[in-house]
């Protein structure tokens, strides 16, 4: 696993960043490697994922110390998903494990289950840590 970082708020020391991504990817199982940019994100967070090519996780720069690490850690359940195959785009749909799903955010099961492991990591994470 290798990662780079761009634009990475001071909030946010070296140090801690390197413990985040290392914790989300041990706790995911994932072995990928990742550009992660802090520049003109404006919702929470997003991935752009193309098979065979670099994953670029967005991370809007604009949130609390606690929110980035969360950002991060939601993102990353998305980047799994779509490594493993569950989570893919084709033309303008959404797919979760090969079928067309078209509801509302909040309804999404992509977006439940990262929200679900986003807390699971955090309840872990900020314990260990001390965040």
Known sequence: MYYTAYAKPK????????KVVVFACD???LDVDLEIEFEGVENGGYVDFEEGEDIVVGINPD?????????IFHEMVH???????????????????GEVVDVPYSDRPWEKE???????????FSKEVGV
């Open 63 to 71: 949130q609390s110390k606690n929110e980035l690490i969360r950002t």
């Open 27 to 29: 706790f995911l199982d």
């Open 114 to 124: 990262a929200y679900e492991q986003e807390e699971a990591m955090w309840h872990i």
């Open 11 to 18: 909030i946010i020391t070296n140090k801690l960043m390197d």
């Open 79 to 97: 980047v799994k998903q779509y490594v493993e195959g569950d989570l893919s785009h084709e033309n303008s749909d959404n797919l979760w494990k």
